[in-house]
């Protein structure tokens, strides 16, 4: 029988019963490991460990010592431990780039905003310096109206006196 593309594919029945597990307590659970593992307090337990392993197997009886002086059991022991911290080390590092790279565009569009608003203050900013330019000043409305004065009495046929507001009233 040939299977089609376009069809599913048919059940297939196994000895084995499938088994459903939640991939992120899964995940968070193989970071809670990896991190304990790349700790002092996983150093010194695994030292003392692999000690007492060794002082054991050395100075005790020989009928109570369980892996001679080889040590062929510690080594597949840690080869054990180290065939399955790597695979979870990995899969804690999958996960925090993944982390990493959500907070990565979260940034970049946080960055996006903050440089959009800057543009607009500038641009809002560049409006009101430039509409301020167009506004009258104290001190030109002073000068007109000295100006204006002075205008006025020279057209009566006064001389002119000079400034008529003194600079110390504003």
């Known amino acids: 029988m ?4 376009d069809q599913p594919r048919d059940l297939r029945r196994t000895l084995l019963p499938r088994v459903h597990y939640d991939p992120e307590s899964f995940g968070r659970l193989s970071e809670r490991i990896a991190r304990f593992m790349g700790t002092a307090r996983f150093l010194v337990y ?11 197997n050395a100075l005790a009886p020989s009928s109570l010592r369980f892996d001679p002086y080889p040590f062929i059991f510690l080594t597949l022991v840690l080869s054990l431990q180290a ?3 790597a695979p979870l080390i990995l899969l804690a590092q999958n996960r925090q780039d993944d982390r990493d790279r959500v907070q990565y ?19 809002e900013i560049a409006g009101l310096r430039m509409a301020i330019s167009e506004v009258a000043t104290r001190d030109f409305l002073r000068s007109e109206l000295e100006r204006m004065l002075r205008d006025l009495d020279n057209k009566n046929g006064q001389k002119d006196p000079g400034p008529s507001i003194s600079p110390s009233n504003p």
């Open 46 to 56: 695994m030292t003392a460990v692999i000690v007492a392993w060794i002082v054991w």
């Open 105 to 123: 565009e979260q940034d970049r569009s946080r960055n996006d905003r903050n440089i959009a608003d800057t543009e607009y203050l500038t641009r």
């Open 83 to 85: 065939s399955y911290a």
């Open 2 to 5: 040939t299977s089609r593309l």
